[in-house]
């Protein structure tokens, strides 16, 4: 990377964030400028997203060495990735699954305890999809 073409990412990086909250701070004061500053915001965020982006794909080739080597710990990254992605996401979903089965369980145990075994089938199929992402990710790292 250049010291051109970081001196252009910072600078619209810089300007994605400048030009809205300048349009919030001045325009005028009615409820569609929250809409309208969070559409220039977003608007020029992933204008200067883009932009970097192309130039920083679009630098000079490599040799086939070299691009063997990079790309091998290419796939290293993106497998940790992948496999961080599908532990925590695996995650969230089984606690926001965990807290509505829990609290619903809950309320049928308090009008009616028998229903605690069938209750606690729920709750513990929905832990099971945390379970299930841990082994995913285990998989995945045992693959690299």
Not at 4 to 25: D, H, Q, R
């Given at each position: ?18 030009i ?25 965020f ?48 089984g ?25 606690l ?24």
């Amino acid at each position: 990377m250049t010291t051109a073409t970081k001196i252009v990412f910072i600078a619209a990086l810089i300007l994605s964030i400048i030009i809205p909250f300048g349009y919030y701070l001045i325009g005028e004061k009615n409820k569609n400028r929250y809409k309208t500053a969070i559409g220039v915001n977003a608007f020029f965020f992933f204008g200067a997203f883009a932009i970097a982006s192309i130039m920083l794909l679009g630098g000079p080739q490599v040799h086939a060495a070299e691009d063997a080597a990079s790309q091998a710990a290419m796939a290293t990254g993106l497998g940790y990735i992948a496999a961080a992605l599908v532990t925590g996401l695996s995650c969230i979903g089984g606690g926001i699954a965990v807290a509505s089965a829990a609290s619903a369980a809950l309320g049928a145990i308090s009008e009616d305890s028998s229903v605690l075994g069938k209750s606690l089938i729920f709750v513990g199929l929905a832990e099971g999809v945390c379970l299930y992402g841990l082994i995913i990710s285990f998989m995945i790292l045992g693959s690299l």
